[in-house]
């Protein structure tokens, strides 16, 4: 399993995501001011708080507490918040992923019943994500933004891949702004995170 480096965002550089089960880093998908333009964005909006995840609700914040431990902010309808980073992050992963599933319309099943979710994690002091996978159908690519800075935000905690007896931990290759893809039904988790500020990341879901 190898980690495929690119410098800036390059749909044919690409291909092979899925056939090929690399991990690929876009470095500096999205500007550092941006970033933190969008987790402050997302502390201020006001949208319904609740116990569980309710996917009725549009726009909503939660605590996962099953097999992980964080604060989940679903924004099925960004665009209805008064937030122009966060719409804007929506836009640009969104084009991404789009452009990745027309590249590889022979192995990708598309289904009108579905759309994309941006969704903010925020990992505190303490919280982590157990090892999980994915359905591979219909999503088959998974996106993760690193929206904050491992050492500088963070000291502890990131997410890791494994597939046989192979390990990626991505803080050895990405840092904040930068794009992570992978094949959406790798074995992957989200190690413990210590530091205050915590870890904070995008994820653009399909379902």
Not at 82 to 111: E, F, P, V, W
Request: aromatic letters at 12%.
């Amino acid at each position: 399993m190898t980690v495929k480096i690119i410098d800036r965002f390059d749909v044919t550089l690409t291909d092979g995501v899925i056939s090929n089960f690399d991990v690929m880093v876009i470095k500096k998908f999205m500007a550092e001011h941006e970033c933190d333009a969008v987790i402050n964005e997302a502390t201020l909006i006001k949208i319904p708080n609740v116990p569980a995840p309710v996917w009725t609700i549009d726009n909503f914040i939660s605590e996962w507490h099953d097999n992980s431990n964080l604060t989940y902010y679903r924004l099925a309808d960004p665009e209805s918040l008064s937030a122009t980073n966060l719409i804007s992050c929506y836009h640009q992963m969104h084009n991404c992923i789009h452009q990745i599933r027309q590249r590889n319309k022979d192995l990708i099943k598309y289904d009108k019943g579905h759309r994309y979710h941006l969704e903010l994690l925020h990992y505190r002091e303490g919280n982590y994500f157990g090892k999980h996978t994915h359905d591979f159908d219909p999503q088959c690519v998974g996106l993760i933004l690193l929206l904050n800075s491992f050492k500088r935000d963070y000291d502890q905690g990131g997410t890791i891949f494994y597939r046989d007896n192979e390990v990626i931990e991505i803080n050895n290759y990405a840092t904040q702004g930068d794009l992570i893809i992978f094949r959406y039904d790798m074995m992957h988790e989200v190690t413990n995170v210590v530091g205050i500020k915590g870890r904070w990341v995008a994820v653009l879901p399909y379902y």
